[in-house]
């Protein structure tokens, strides 16, 4: 540690402090990292002019749109951090992630939405979607009981024809407090409790009917939202997120919160539309909703056409029946311009109302930011780093890559550890010649006088002497970049997607440690609230296989149906050598079988595909002597197997799903291809694996 200067040295010793650099990235806005306000302050408070035009609009309460455009690193989700931040105590916050099957769009979209609301508000003991119910619920009821005061009510608030002891005492705690609702109402022990919320579920429900009448699934929706409110106890709240969530529960179940199964055949999407709607017409009493769109690069790739289609087709309809609300885009600047040539103006006009574009901050800034990391450390940069040091460090593209090199340089500092040498991409000539043209248009458009025309053809010559030593060396360059490949074992790239290469510590030693952090951050939420959806799981599966596509182009996908028979949410997948149908089936006791049934029958019917089925074991196990009959049926099969998804199986598909979306959206910088061929080698025994091997080996 020679370089570091001495009292640094003794002080770092053989353990170093954390280094303050190594959190470059933000995934979710519910976080908390370090932010310096000065940062895109502006932009920041235009989207709060936003939200307060929504707020204001009291006639119409008309959503609006935003796009956030910014190169990868820029800062785009740290923003929305700083907006949940600033926000989270008045406004809700719905953060929803790309979504990955292109029949079940709306249902994503709602799904995550109630995995954003049950984050807790800051210094609140309640969820986002508690604050919600509680102030919506707390005005409808405190203006239906001044009604009976008055003796204006109508239809079933006749009911009320006076007030008793314990309307009286409901009026004055909400009164006080709307977060009364659960304080002094929802209170296991509570006094007169469930007669507090039997009269509140009539309040609301009739409140629903006589404003928005009783169509759709809205009513049933309402009252399982009441339900929500009214327990304290996690596991029935769990029970009744879980219902909300439109799947069936067991008998058992739905005894222990008092609700009943969906009827019919229930359709996913028009269910969500349904319930986003409440929540938006419900926040008309509260604040705006604030709802974002993130990592969504993916959706521009070609075989993701019709997801993006669907994509837009579902912001549509938020736009159309979801009142209250304001609805972000996070967008990379070339994928933006990829939508805006990809949909008509009706989808581009609502999402675009407000643009906003992060350019990258200047350097007295960046410097601030490193600042402000090393203070939670007590380190002075200017200590710790040479002057050349800093120089190098803010000359990167992005936030993110500064961070990334002050980190490497932490650890080049207080540990001797090498830094990586970064090779950049080469930029291609045709860019290149662009650029100079681009500059002699510049030039010609400014030059209005004769001298400036005659010195303006001067340098048009210098430009084409200087473009044809440019031809030149790019081709000398050309081939050292691909020798230095060669050694790397980098597959040659256009210097449009090729990130910056760091060449020190082996690629494969990045993908692992990768993998071990983001799958230690699945397992520490493995047991909060996740929507289970078949549907999601197949898009997953889908992402992951076209991925791998990428490896071999020997597969292709669909999926296997039975006439009119409902069968599981499946993905077939054909390569050159055998074909494989996957299966997830998440649904009640009750369903299981009937579901199974048609399913083994496929597996009867097509005796040259392998099938799989898979269950999630945090679904209840199945006990039913039908559905476990129909189980053991499947595992005799010669081309069939069923097990249920535990912990492990699980993490380890969702971080494959998630470490190939972060490379899609840049969050990963590294070569996809190496990473596929890395994932084969270490987790050679997972099933996901294997079926992929047997494609790629030629």
Known sequence: MSQLPAHYQKEMGANPKPNPFSDSRVDTPFQNHTDLKEIYFDEFERLNSVISDIKNDVENHQSKGAVVIGEPGTGKTHLMMRLAKERLKSNRLLFIRQPNNLHSVLYHIYSRVLESFVEKVPNSSH??????????????????????????????????????????YILEVLSKNPLNIYKKLGQEGARNKR????????????????????VG??????????????????????????????????????????????????????????????????????????????????????????????????????????PNSLI????????????????????????????????????????????????????????????????????????????????????????????????????????????????????????????????????????????????????????????????????????????????????????????EREKTLLENAYEDLMIISDSDDVGKLLTITEAFNTLSNKMETDSLKLGKKKIPE??????????????????????????????????????DIQFTLLRDERELPITGKVGKAEIDKLNKADNGQFFYMDKEDRLTFEVIYKLIIDIQNKDFEIDLQQVLKT????????????????ATIS
């Open 217 to 322: 699934y809205s009513t049933a929706i309402l009252k399982g939202i009441v339900k929500f409110c009214s327990y304290s106890e996690p596991n029935r709240k769990k029970l009744v997120g879980k219902w909300l969530s439109a799947h069936d529960l067991e008998d058992k179940e739905l005894q222990n919160i008092g609700l009943e199964n969906w009827k019919g055949e229930i359709s996913k999407e028009a269910f969500s539309l349904d319930a986003m709607t409440i929540f938006g017409r419900l926040s008309m009493m509260d604040e705006p909703l604030i709802i974002i769109f993130d990592q969504l690069e993916a959706l521009g790739l070609e075989y993701n056409k019709n997801l993006l289609q669907s994509f837009g087709d579902a912001v549509k309809e938020l736009f159309t029946y979801v």
């Open 570 to 607: 499946n993905l077939l997948i054909k390569t050159t050598k055998q074909s494989f149908v996957v299966g997830f089936l998440q649904v009640s006791d009750m369903v299981f079988p009937s579901r199974i049934k048609n399913f083994n029958e496929l597996v009867s019917i097509h005796e």
């Open 679 to 694: 994932l084969e080698s270490i987790m050679s025994h997972y099933w996901v694996i294997k079926i992929f091997k047997k």
């Open 195 to 214: 007669e507090y919320w039997q009269r509140i579920e009539i309040i609301i429900e009739d409140w629903w009917k006589k404003n928005y009448g009783d």
């Open 127 to 168: 969820s986002q979607l508690e604050h919600l119910l509680a102030t919506s619920f707390s005005k409808i009821i405190v203006e239906a009981f001044k009604e009976v005061r008055s003796k204006r009510t109508t239809g079933i608030f006749d009911y009320f024809r006076k007030l008793t002891d314990k309307d009286r």
């Open 328 to 515: 972000i885009l996070n967008l990379f600047p070339e994928r933006w311009e990829y939508f805006k040539n990809f949909f008509d103006g009706s989808v581009i006009g609502r999402v675009s109302q407000c643009q906003i574009v992060l350019n990258l901050p200047q350097e007295e800034q960046l410097k601030k930011i490193l600042v402000l990391k090393a203070q939670d450390e007590d380190i002075d940069i200017e200590q710790l780093f040479s002057p050349e040091d800093l120089k190098d460090i803010l000359h990167q593209e992005s936030i993110r890559e500064v961070l990334n090199r002050a980190s490497h340089y932490y650890r080049f500092r207080t540990q001797d550890i090498p830094l990586p040498v970064i090779i950049r991409p080469i930029r291609s000539f045709e860019d290149e010649v662009k650029e100079q043209l681009k500059s002699i248009r510049d030039q010609l458009k400014v030059s209005s006088f004769e001298e400036e025309v005659r010195e303006t053809l001067k340098a048009i010559m210098v430009e084409i002497a200087s473009l044809r030593n440019m031809m030149e060396t790019a081709i000398v360059q050309s081939a050292n970049s691909q020798r230095v490949n060669s050694v790397m074992n980098v597959p040659t790239t256009s210097a449009a997607t090729m990130p910056a290469v760091e060449t020190t510590q082996p690629v494969s030693s990045l993908i692992v440690d990768y993998l």
